[in-house]
């Protein structure tokens, strides 16, 4: 007698799914790292906010291979390239602000250096 155990593929695939999603295992205790979440997409700008990161609270954004950190305070630029978009990343950062905030707030560590942002 053999033990035999079936799973359907679909299962499997949103079990994987879900799994990727929540990000890999960081520790023997399964805790997880979340390493980045994107916040939004606008005409193939990404912007991003990574979980384990330097003062001051930030967001960076992603664009055909260059990139750009800017604050989530004040929207000024921390380095990196993408000058020729930063009118366009100003005017999102007017209106989702917030949004910003939030995500950096939830993702946070706790044992993050950087700590939870405030308007």
Request: with cysteine.
């Amino acid at each position: 007698m053999t033990n035999e155990w079936k799973v359907e593929a679909n299962e499997l695939a949103e079990s994987l799914a879900s799994d990727f999603q929540d990000g890999p295992i960081a520790d023997e205790h399964g805790r997880r790292l979340f390493v980045e979440e994107t916040v939004d997409r606008i005409n193939g700008l990404r912007i991003q906010i990574f979980s384990d990161e330097h003062p001051p609270p930030h967001f960076r954004v992603c664009y055909a291979g260059e990139t750009a950190n800017f604050t989530i305070k004040d929207c000024a630029k921390l380095n990196g390239g993408l000058n020729k978009w930063e009118r366009n990343i100003r005017v999102w950062h007017k209106t989702h602000k917030g949004d910003l905030i939030q995500v950096w707030n939830r993702t946070r560590p706790s044992d993050c250096p950087v700590g939870e942002c405030r308007e």
